[in-house]
């Protein structure tokens, strides 16, 4: 039992990271209609600046991190500007394309100045501490404990926020938000930011429990998709649930069957979930559609 409990555990912690490279995915999807796949190379560019920042500086990593979501928001805008904007209007399958050479770009520019090797994190070794029996690594503690209060935060602002408001109006009919006197390019360049941010601290977050290297989002990109679907697009909390279930689930997947069955399994309870509800677990089925 304390296995299982234990499992359940790593899983929560790994369904947080998760969850917070989705959300980002669930919001720029909501809003401009497509997967934007160079979305998990936005977490790796985050590690390797967080990771230049703190080398060779004398600022607390903290700091450095902080650079690191910076210069992510800063990229995702300017892949916005450069290359979405003026495919906007064109087919998902166009903006698909296009973000795949992005994601491409993006991961070939880190391998040519970082290499490929293996880097980590100059972090200290904190001991795990035992609750009830359970090991808890300071590392996931802190992860779950920021992906809790940033899902807070952000469920907030999108509920009771203007910018809420004005998200939503945007992302069901743009043209009418216009009409209406939303400033609907101010608010797509927003959604990017704040995507692009979410990115970032799942990519930092994920650098800090393993290893960087040029695949480090990419092996992210399945899970939270599954992640956005799951929980319902759009939908903050299902996001949450969703990748906090994909992860619990491909923990004891990997526990309990095989490691390499883990994608299985979370797809299997998926399919599951997606033929009783068809627009996730807390999606609305017009939004879905």
Not at 39 to 67: I, N, W
Not at 114 to 130: E, H, K, M, T
Not at 160 to 189: M, T
Not at 238 to 257: D, N, P, Q, R, S
Request: net charge positive; proline share 3%; glycine share 10%.
């Amino acid at each position: 039992m304390q296995l299982f409990i234990q499992t359940v555990w790593d899983g929560i912690s790994t369904g947080a990271i998760i969850a917070l490279v989705a959300v980002g995915l669930s919001l720029v999807f909501r809003i401009s209609r497509f997967i934007n796949v160079a979305h998990v190379d936005f977490a790796t560019v985050a590690a390797y600046v967080t990771l230049l920042v703190a080398g060779s500086t004398a600022v607390a990593f903290p700091v450095a991190a902080l650079v690191g979501i910076g210069a992510v928001m800063a990229l995702g805008l300017l892949a916005y500007l450069l290359v979405y904007r003026r495919l906007a209007g064109e087919r998902s399958i166009s903006l698909i394309i296009a973000s795949i050479g992005v994601a491409f770009f993006l991961r070939y520019l880190v391998t040519f100045i970082w290499g490929s090797n293996q880097l980590a994190f100059d972090l200290p070794v904190l001991r795990s501490i035992r609750v009830a029996g359970i090991r808890m690594a300071p590392f996931d503690i802190a992860i779950i404990a920021t992906t809790l209060v940033v899902f807070a935060g952000l469920a907030l602002v999108l509920r009771f926020g203007a910018f809420g408001r004005s998200l939503r109006a945007v992302a069901d009919n743009p043209e009418l938000a216009r009409v209406s006197g939303v400033a609907v390019d101010r608010v797509v360049k927003q959604m990017w930011l704040i995507g692009s941010a979410f990115a970032a601290v799942g990519g930092i977050a994920l650098a800090a429990k393993t290893v960087i290297t040029p695949y480090l989002g990419w092996h992210l990109l399945v899970p939270a998709f599954a992640a956005m679907i799951l929980g319902g697009i759009g939908s903050v909390g299902g996001t949450l649930l969703g990748a906090l279930v994909i992860g619990v689930v491909g923990e004891l997947a990997a526990m309990y069957w095989l490691p390499t069955y883990r994608l299985a399994a979370t797809f299997g309870v998926l399919v599951l979930v997606l033929m009783i509800r068809p627009q996730g677990l807390l999606g609305k089925r017009e939004v879905a559609r």
